[in-house]
């Protein structure tokens, strides 16, 4: 471990090696998700909604696709047509609205950590399926990545244990939850692929179209099994946390993609849960096992190896840690 540590130093603070920008700006965005989770620990008093869950997911998304579209304005970037609209169409389905029905599905069947735990398996797909999804002009993740993105998701699952299904509802939600992650994984190697595709100007409009198609159809969806009743009072109070936190991370997570590469974006689903429980350890001093120490070492070696570790060029093989492509 303190040789791991050591090397990912050295890689940091090697001349021009490592591109630090967007580094932070991914520890950011899992910054803000961490807070999401820990909402109702930090904020007790303001986590009633007058909404349900699909609502819920819509606001946020809504915002993204309003100050979006009002940068791209500004800018004058250009908006997409054709297939291109479509491309940004199929994003805004796979990464939001897709994963937020099979979760909604699972929701009764499998519980919170479990979810979280399953989840982590975002990574491994994503691996995996980045040398299929990613840019043409892409780097590929070192062969050492798909075992460190094992070993994030063992470090998970050490944390958040899952109980083997037993039942068919519970079966059944298990499996929409690793159907979630897998769209999720394919809809990342996607987006990365359209916004390495694009104009970087243009990154702007496909935010806004992803996010507006997300919302749109979160809306409809909310309408329709949750007979939600939208007012204005109620949004009013819902919009404060999600424009302080979730708008943020959303931009972050668009602005990442001409930057970081598909697998190394996914890291987000085990990078959020570690600094969930490092904020509550710092702040609740719960009691940690032995087992959670392992989990949260091999979290920790096993997405920061990916994050900072090599990865080598297509046709050559050779070597590199730029993080900025």
């Known amino acids: 471990m303190c040789v791991l ?18 580094l932070v700006a991914l520890l950011l965005l899992c910054f803000l998700w961490s807070l999401g989770s820990l909402r109702a620990d930090l904020l007790p008093n303001a986590t009633s909604s007058a909404f349900p869950p699909m609502a819920r997911e819509a606001i946020p998304l809504g915002l993204l696709a309003v100050a979006a579209g009002l940068f791209a304005a500004i800018r004058g970037a250009p908006w997409p047509g054709g297939r291109q609209l479509g491309a940004c169409v199929l994003v805004g389905i796979g990464l939001f609205v897709a994963p937020a029905a099979l979760l909604g599905f699972a929701a009764t069947s499998v519980p919170s950590l479990e979810r979280v735990a399953l989840l982590s398996l975002c990574p491994v797909f994503a691996v995996v399926l980045e040398p299929h999804l990613g840019p043409n002009d892409s780097k590929r993740e070192n062969k050492g990545a798909l075992v460190t993105a094992f070993a994030a998701m063992a470090g998970t699952l050490c944390l958040f244990p899952v109980e083997v299904p037993n039942s068919i509802a519970a079966g059944g939600g298990f499996c929409a939850v690793i159907l979630a992650a897998a769209t999720i994984a394919v809809s990342n190697g996607y987006a990365v692929r359209i916004a390495h595709d694009i104009r970087p100007k243009s990154i702007a409009t496909f935010a806004a179209v992803a996010g507006g198609t997300a919302a749109l159809s979160l809306f409809t969806i909310s309408l329709i099994t949750e007979h939600a009743v939208w007012n204005w009072n109620g949004l009013r109070s819902e919009l404060t946390w999600p424009s302080a936190v979730e708008l943020p991370a959303l931009l972050l997570l668009f602005w990442l993609m001409r930057r970081v590469s598909a697998a190394r974006m996914t890291t987000r689903f ?20 032995a087992r959670g120490w392992l989990g949260i070492v091999l979290m920790a070696a096993g997405s920061g190896w990916m994050l900072l570790g090599p990865v080598e060029d297509e046709e050559t093989g050779s070597s590199s840690l730029d993080l900025n492509r």
Do not use: C, H, W
């Open 5 to 22: 540590i050591k090397d990912m130093a050295q890689r940091l603070t090697g001349r021009g090696r490592v591109e630090l920008v967007p």
């Open 270 to 289: 085990v990078v959020s849960p570690l600094l969930t429980i490092l904020i509550s350890a710092a702040l609740f001093r719960p009691e940690i096992e």
